[in-house]
């Protein structure tokens, strides 16, 4: 069992659509739309842990909001800098929605 | 973060591919196509690239052309882009249409005063490529258009969504013959008010607006007679009716009465936040915490596995720390 936040990114999103479209046509039924949902968590949660190397850190102006329901946090930070070796990104505003890493059913 | 954003298209490729390898024997026991998943693939990715999530390919990237998304072709197609392609066939470029009052536009944006008015002037429309539909291209095709309705963004007032939404699922003769009735009947009404049906020429761009005016005036002499037959039955009425007139005013009341008690709108909630402020931000991160510490005010974030999108970019990283003051 893999976690199914990172349906909710771009990836997670356009392939949900293009399920729907294809469901839409009559070309696939909701059952199997779903069977390829789980194989998208099951490749992206791989993925993401096996083959993405890179560090960041981060330093935000403030935490605005924090909440902890179900062993998910979620934050809302302003002014966040994001730091990568000398690279860098600003936004003004971030939500950060996270599961428990260490969680047994992230494996 | 370049480095994060070369990853970020390399990890959606493979994660693409391995998503269709892990689900081929399910569509195989459900009897699905191969052709579909290849469908699949083909929309999936041509969405992650219309996304404009990922930056420009640094390798050979893959056959789609990047999309936008459909609603601004719309835009497009109801902007000035759709008068800027006049001059593909229009009389200026040409000059091989039999108009000829022809000055040539000096601006092809914006269409050139000179015309005379109730001559036809081709224009050419471009229906958008539905990504919906694997294979399909962005349509052309030109309709005739009086020219005068090339003024004052006529076409644009006559081009809305609907109209578009509605032709742009047809085959492409159906469509264009539906787009240049719709534009038809649309301009007849608009070109009456200023140019009272001068143009017989015209006739036959407007059916409509000169049948249309005597008609209506001959129902209106018929409606004058109706009236007073009407007027008299009004004062037979009018003897029986007070009950109803009571009734009637009943109900108004409980119609306001209904409306005072409606307001439970989400305007009620009581929130410290703008709810849009919640949960309407663009930049996205989505990740596992390995550790979220706090003393007092201070905060300390340790995550990983994370992709974010920050200003429509997606970039994904291993670890992230930071921290932050409540």
Known sequence: ?107 | MTMSQVTVLKLYNSVVDDVIAGVRDCFLDDGVDEQVLQELKQLWKSKLVASGAMDPAPEPPMQQIPQPPVLQHFQKVNGNNLLSKRGDIGPQTSGQSGVDHGTPAPNMGHPHPVLDPNNKVPVQLTLPAQPSVPGSQPRSFTIQIPASALNGNKLHQVLTGPIINATINLPQPLAATLLQQHINSALAGQQNEYDGGGGGGRSGAAPFSLDGALDSSDDEGSNVGDGSEDAAGDDDEDEDSVEERAEEEEEERDEFGGAEEEPLNSGDDVSDEEPGDMFDTDNVVVCQYDKITRTRNKWKFYFKDGIMNLAGKDYVFQKANGDAEW
């Open chain 1, 1 to 107: 069992m893999s976690y199914q936040l990172y349906r909710n990114t771009t990836i997670g999103n356009t392939l949900q659509e293009s399920l729907d479209e294809l469901i839409q046509y009559g070309q696939i039924t909701p059952t199997l739309a779903v069977k390829v949902l789980l194989q998208f968590d099951k490749s992206i949660n791989q993925a993401l842990s096996s083959r993405v190397k890179s560090r960041l850190t981060f330093k935000a102006g403030k935490l605005n909001t924090y909440r902890f329901c179900d062993n998910v946090w979620t934050f809302m930070l302003n002014d966040v800098e994001f730091r990568e070796v000398h690279e860098v990104a600003k936004v003004d505003k971030v939500k950060i929605v996270a599961c428990d890493g260490k969680s047994e059913y992230a494996d």
